[in-house]
């Protein structure tokens, strides 16, 4: 699985982005799929993660509420959809898969930036 991630771009505090991570290949519907997020100078993080059917979601708790994670196994795509932004949510976000046995998120696309004016 290669994953592309897409969708960023420079907003306003308060305004609202929807990423994309488009994965290759014929078995996304078995991966996990997570987004995680770097600013400058800072760790990267957990952002959100979706379980490969789709049935449990878990969040970064400062983020329960303005962020929602979604996916689309017949399109082969994950998706992050962000709220509100403060500019705070200023990162380059990346999308991961693992296989949904295994424990560790060992697959990355290359990040999308997010910039948002205060």
């Known amino acids: 699985v290669q994953l592309q991630a897409s969708g960023g771009g420079l907003v306003q505090a308060g305004d609202s982005l929807r990423l994309s991570c488009v994965a290759s290949?014929?078995?996304?519907?078995?991966?996990?799929m997570a987004w995680f997020r770097q600013a400058p100078g800072k760790e990267r993080e957990h952002v959100a993660t979706?379980?490969?059917?789709?049935?449990?979601?878990s969040y970064a708790d400062s983020l329960k509420g303005r962020f929602t994670i979604s996916r689309d196994n017949a399109k082969n795509t994950a998706y992050l959809q962000m709220n509100s932004l403060k500019p705070e949510d200023t990162a380059i976000y990346h999308c991961?898969?693992?296989?949904?046995?295994?424990?560790?998120?060992?697959?990355w696309g290359q990040g999308t930036q997010v910039t948002v004016s205060s």
């Open positions: 979706m379980t490969y059917r789709g049935r449990t979601t």
């Open positions: 290949g014929r078995t996304f519907s078995t991966y996990d």
């Open positions: 991961a898969a693992k296989f949904f046995m295994n424990n560790d998120y060992n697959l």
